[in-house]
């Protein structure tokens, strides 16, 4: 089917360097968009016995936290298409006071075009639903796996110049290496893809949802306890991580030198480097 080949670029950088460095900074990175990733779950409030999906769960922070809260009569399924981050979730349900989460599994697949159980009370996620190459065609998919009255709710970023955790680290690796980039296109799949909520409410409609809302949320987030740190981060993933498998790992030093000078005068008395995130919660609902 070619509408759900056309994630293949997508599905090949999660199952590659990209995956494997996400599932490797898998605690700093759950701790930096905890901010986000909590209020998101206060908007879609699971209550217990509720059956839930979390699209795009990665490691599987947030599917845990939902199959708390849904408790032993309800069910959790994270997908997600990474399966290096499919592995540290599993490795965290497997052994330790999370192997009592029964209710909670994890299944490998392109939500765009796999077939999960339907009937489900909530589809959730986390910054997993940017990347589709034909969203509202991918969220047509997902709604039909609610029942009717069931929510989507989710989280996004908004515009760049509204994070300045992501930008500011860019710009300075850009400008390190002498880089003016070409215009980026805002419907390309990415981290920023839903950045325009006329085009966020444009893709629940034609996807079939009603009772749509979107709010904005900010807060900050922690790039790292120092300005060297926060740099090394900022290269590991976000748009620092693709800037740098475009220009080569040999530029890494010149890059962490770049961003770490850029990022000292915006560091904290203790050395912390904090910058601004900015968000969309969404909401909608399966009108049937």
Known sequence: MKRAMD????????????GRRWAELQRDLDAM?????????????PSPGQRVLDIGCGCGETSIQLA????????VVGVDVSRPMLAVARARLASGPLAQLAQLSFREADASAAKLPAGNDL????????????????FGQMRKWLRPGGRCVFVCWRKPRDN??????????????KITPAAADPLAPGPFAFADEERLTGILVDA????????????????????RVAAENAAGFGPVSRLLREVGAAHLPILLDAMEQALGPLAAADGRVSLPGSTWIASATNPG
């Open 164 to 177: 300045a955790w992501a930008m500011t680290p860019l710009m300075a690796a850009r400008q390190a290496m």
């Open 7 to 18: 994630n293949a670029e997508q599905i090949a950088d999660w199952n590659g360097a990209l």
């Open 68 to 75: 708390r809260q849904v408790g032993k009569t309800g069910a």
């Open 208 to 227: 079939g949802f009603g009772d749509i809302a979107v709010q904005r949320f900010d807060a900050a987030v922690v790039l790292g306890a120092t300005p």
């Open 33 to 45: 968009i905890m901010p986000f990733g909590r209020a998101a779950l206060d908007a879609a409030a």
């Open 123 to 138: 589809l959730f996620s986390c910054f997993g639903v940017m990347f589709f190459q034909h969203p509202a065609v991918a």
